[in-house]
T-cell receptor, first 112, second 116 residues
Framework: AQSVTQLGSHVSVSEGALVLLRCNYS??????LFWYVQYPNQGLQLLLK??????LVKGINGFEAEFKKSETSFPLTKPSAHMSDAAEYFC??????????FGQGTRLTINP | GAVVSQHPSWVICKSGTSVKIECRSL??????MFWYRQFPKQSLMLMAT?????????EQGVEKDKFLINHASLTLSTLTVTSAHPEDSSFYIC????????????FGPGTRLTVT
């Protein structure tokens, strides 16, 4: 069965600093991986996805993620944090029956 | 493109009453829709998967008779919380797939249900 572990329930960085959110996955088949962002009292918005091909995936709002097969990880990064990046971030892996399996989420706080 | 709406965005109801939440795909046909529940500061918990024209598939532990799901068309799915109780208070989020991209789901904005 597929599973996702997000390391760190809360990450705090200064504005302009590097953002790094960690995600480890477990999958018995080649994984489809996703990062979603959720702002307070809103639904989820897709940041980026990895299906096949290039392992470095670029998404919206300056985020990118790298599929690291040997490490079974899919870390999300952004070179320079902005105050508007403060939100909850969810990593997800494709499961059976077209479902997504979500991690526990990481709350990103940006310090001015 | 790929916009999903939910209505209402928030609702308050009295214990024992029923509440219906609508989920619509606005610019695509949704072959599959999903209903999630999210508790404060927690991840999403999948409640059920619905395919147009067929019965929903519920996750283990989700009461089918309490959470009625109908997917009557390719653009509309509804979740009815029957005989609501305060413990049903939560944030309910739907998502939809258009079938073109494997596994990718488009999420609605969520509905905040408060049962008093």
């Amino acid at each position: 069965a597929q599973s996702v572990t997000q390391l760190g329930s809360h990450v705090s960085v200064s504005e302009g600093a590097l953002v790094l959110l960690r995600c480890n996955y477990s999958s018995s088949v080649p994984p489809y991986l996703f990062w979603y962002v959720q702002y307070p009292n809103q639904g989820l918005q897709l940041l980026l996805k990895y299906t096949t091909g290039a392992t470095l995936v670029k998404g919206i709002n300056g985020f990118e993620a790298e599929f690291k097969k040997s490490e079974t990880s899919f870390p999300l990064t952004k070179p320079s944090a902005h105050m508007s990046d403060a939100a909850e971030y969810f990593c997800a892996v494709a499961g059976g029956a077209q479902k997504l399996v979500f991690g526990q989420g990481t709350r990103l706080t940006i310090n001015p | 493109g790929a916009v999903v709406s939910q209505h209402p965005s928030w609702v308050i109801c009295k214990s024992g009453t029923s509440v219906k939440i609508e989920c619509r795909s606005l610019d695509f046909q949704a072959t599959t829709m999903f209903w999630y529940r999210q508790f404060p500061k927690q991840s999403l918990m999948l409640m059920a998967t619905s395919n147009e024209g067929s019965k929903a598939t519920y996750e283990q532990g989700v009461e089918k008779d309490k959470f009625l799901i109908n997917h009557a068309s390719l653009t509309l799915s509804t979740l009815t919380v029957t005989s609501a109780h305060p413990e049903d208070s939560s944030f309910y989020i739907c998502s939809a797939r258009d079938g073109r991209t494997p596994y990718e789901q488009y999420f609605g904005p969520g509905t905040r249900l408060t049962v008093t």
